[in-house]
């Protein structure tokens, strides 16, 4: 209760500096130390000719030993997403809360690269890998993201044990400049939630613009029409399922929203069912 109390007062005293429509990014300071990063997400779509847990099976199996090895690696993890997943944003007025179902991202390959020079290495990887993706994908979108606009905050010690998670994608609002949308993500929503003392981790990326030729593996689908674009993600971390519920249908994220809805078109929080690390601190973990 003593933690809610504190939030709460923290997002009071944001918002004495910035009114809900206000369209310039407010920078928020916060003790909460961070670390930058070079980083992707490989959202994914498994295959629906197949149970969609045989191919998360197949994901989380030989095809993940295949990424793990490449050297390049400082961190790699595998993000599955619940089945059934309607978004756990509250709703906001104006902006797409409710998940799509068809199609709903099954999963995410959390990349995290050790330096620029790392995407030249793993070619042997690499190709194994992309001939390993028709067994278990039907589609695949890259996002990067620059170690400027990637970071990971110290919420809590690496030994806290977190036992739910959540992603949440963010959709660019028609009007609002790139260069406020990362402003707002990057000075203003993720230390707010820094601020707040409720997770155990927190992890932001705003992306850089989408190019299909990033990523053109073969046998699998690459398209990702405009509209359905992401530009920013977190990574939330919670002691337990209910710690994620109760901050997800807060009277402090309610509040929050309000600023969300400026420079937001959609707000899409999938539930993470499991989180699984194959690379830590460069190093592989052999499962």
């Not at 009007?175 to 993500?185: A, E, H, P, T």
Request: charged share 25%.
């Amino acid at each position: 209760m003593k933690e809610i109390s504190l939030a709460f007062l923290s997002i009071v005293s944001f918002f004495k500096g910035a009114s809900a429509q206000n369209t310039n990014a407010v920078k928020v300071a916060t003790k909460v130390k961070s670390e930058k990063h070079l980083s992707s997400s490989v959202l994914l779509w498994m295959l629906t000719d197949k149970p969609r847990q045989s191919s998360m099976n197949h994901w989380k199996g030989s095809h993940a030993q295949i990424i793990a090895s490449n050297p390049g690696l400082w961190q790699y993890r595998q993000i599955h997403f619940a089945e059934n997943n309607p978004g756990l944003w509250q709703p906001i007025k104006g902006v797409e809360t409710t998940i799509p179902q068809n199609p709903k991202v099954d999963g995410v390959a959390d990349v995290t690269l050790k330096s620029f020079f790392s995407a030249l290495q793993g070619k042997k990887q690499h190709k194994l890998a992309f001939a390993d993706e028709i067994n278990f994908l039907k589609r695949s979108i890259l996002y990067v993201a620059y170690p400027k606009k990637s970071q990971w905050y110290n919420a809590a010690g690496d030994d806290t044990k977190i036992e739910a998670r959540s992603m949440v994608f963010f959709r660019q609002k028609e009007g609002v400049s790139d260069r406020d949308f990362q402003n707002f993500i990057n000075n203003e929503l993720t230390p707010t939630l820094a601020n707040m003392g409720l997770l155990k981790e927190l992890r932001n990326k705003v992306y850089n613009p989408w190019k299909k030729k990033q990523w053109l593996t073969p046998n699998v689908l690459h398209d990702n029409d405009k509209a359905d674009q992401f530009q920013a993600s977190l990574i939330l971390g919670f002691a337990n399922k209910s710690e994620m519920e109760k901050f997800f249908n807060s009277e402090e994220i309610k509040k929050l929203s309000e600023r969300i809805a400026v420079f937001c078109s959609a707000v899409h929080a999938y539930e993470i069912a499991e989180t699984i690390t194959f690379v830590k601190d460069g190093k592989h973990i052999k499962m």
